[in-house]
C-alpha cells in the first residue's frame, strides 16, 4: 500500500531534469528494457556509477524473459524509495498482468512463492508507475512510441493511468508503438498493438510541443542502441544477450547538463553454464 501512495502522488507525465542541484557526477543514465536479467542490471550499475552518484531513468519493462525479475524489480523499487529524486521509473508494456503472465513473470513467482500474491502486489503497483518523463523540457522518455490520439504532453497528462495496459488507445500506443525509418505517416504494427510511426510524425510531435528529441525503449537492437528520424528517435536496450541467446550488447545513455548525449554500450555480466552464443538477426520478440 505505502509503494502504491508512493507512485499515486506521482504524474503520469514526470518531469524531470538532466542534472540534479548537488548531484556528484551531473550526468542522467537512461536505460532501457532490463527484463529480469537482474546480474546484468548489477553491470549497468557497476559500469554506469550507482544511485545516488548517478541519476537514473528506467524505461519500463522490469520482467519477463530474465530469470529473475522478482530481484531485478525489488531493487530497482527500492533504489528508487531510497533515492526518490534520483531514480525514475516508467512503466513498460509488460507491466501488465496479460503480458507478464505469459511470458514469464507469474511462473517465476509462483515458483519462488508457492502462491500468487507476490504476483498480485507487483502488478497491482505497475498500475502506478509514470508512463512518461521529460527531461529539461526538451527530451520526451517513454517506453514504446507516439500515438495518432496524443499531439501534446498535456494529452499525455490527462491519462488515467492507474489500469491495466489496454489493448487499443493512447495509453496503449504509449507503451507499444516504433518508429519506422523508411514509412511516413502512421502504420499498422506487426506486434497487433500501437501503431509505427514515421518521420513526419516524429517531426510534427516535436514541432508541437518545443521538443529535441524522443528517447524510448521497447525494441531489441543488436548494438544496444539505434537512433532513427535524423537522430531525433532514439531506442535504447539494456538487456545484453536478450533472453539468454541473442548475442547482442546492450547500452545506456548519459545525458549532462547540456543535453549532450553519449552512449555506453556494454556486454553481460561474466557467468558460468551459459551456452556460447553467436551475434546474429534474432528472432523477432515482443
Keep these: 500500500v505505502y509503494f502504491m501512495f508512493f507512485f499515486f502522488k506521482q504524474k503520469t507525465a514526470y518531469e524531470i531534469s538532466a542534472c540534479l542541484v548537488g548531484s ?18 548489477l553491470e549497468l550499475f557497476r559500469i554506469g556509477g550507482k544511485p545516488p552518484d548517478t541519476n537514473y531513468l528506467f524505461l519500463g519493462d522490469y520482467v519477463d524473459r530474465g530469470f529473475h525479475s522478482v530481484e531485478t524489480f525489488s531493487l530497482i523499487i527500492a533504489l528508487k524509495v531510497r533515492y526518490r529524486d534520483r531514480v525514475t521509473i516508467l512503466r513498460g508494456n509488460h507491466e501488465s498482468r496479460e503480458l507478464n503472465k505469459a511470458y514469464g513473470f507469474y511462473d517465476e513467482c509462483l515458483r519462488k512463492y508457492s502462491n500468487e ?88 510531435f516535436l ?25 531525433k528517435v532514439v531506442t535504447i536496450f539494456s538487456a545484453p544477450n536478450y533472453c539468454y541467446r541473442c548475442g547482442n550488447q546492450a547500452a545506456f545513455m548519459e545525458v549532462d547538463d547540456q543535453l549532450k548525449q ?24 515482443l
Aim: charge should be negative.
Design 117 to 204: 500474491n507476490v504476483w498480485k502486489y507487483f502488478t497491482d503497483l505497475f498500475f502506478y508507475l509514470p508512463l512518461t518523463a521529460l527531461i529539461d523540457g526538451q527530451i520526451f522518455c517513454l517506453h514504446g512510441g507516439l500515438s495518432p490520439s496524443i499531439d501534446t504532453l498535456d494529452n499525455v497528462r490527462q491519462l488515467n493511468r492507474i489500469q491495466d495496459v489496454p489493448h487499443e488507445g493512447p495509453m496503449c500506443d504509449l507503451l507499444w508503438s516504433d518508429p519506422d525509418e523508411n514509412k511516413p505517416g502512421w502504420g499498422l504494427s506487426p506486434r497487433g498493438a500501437g501503431y509505427t510511426f514515421g518521420p513526419d510524425i516524429t517531426d510534427q
Design 24 to 41: 556528484e557526477m551531473c550526468i542522467r543514465d537512461r536505460c532501457g528494457d532490463i527484463h529480469g536479467q537482474f546480474w546484468d542490471l
Design 262 to 285: 553519449n552512449y555506453m554500450q556494454f556486454d553481460p555480466a561474466p557467468r558460468t553454464n551459459e551456452p556460447q552464443v553467436t551475434r546474429r538477426a534474432p528472432d523477432y520478440f
Design 207 to 231: 514541432h508541437n510541443n518545443k521538443l529535441k528529441m524522443v528517447a524510448r525503449a521497447h525494441q531489441l537492437v543488436m548494438d544496444g542502441y539505434n537512433q532513427n528520424h535524423d537522430k
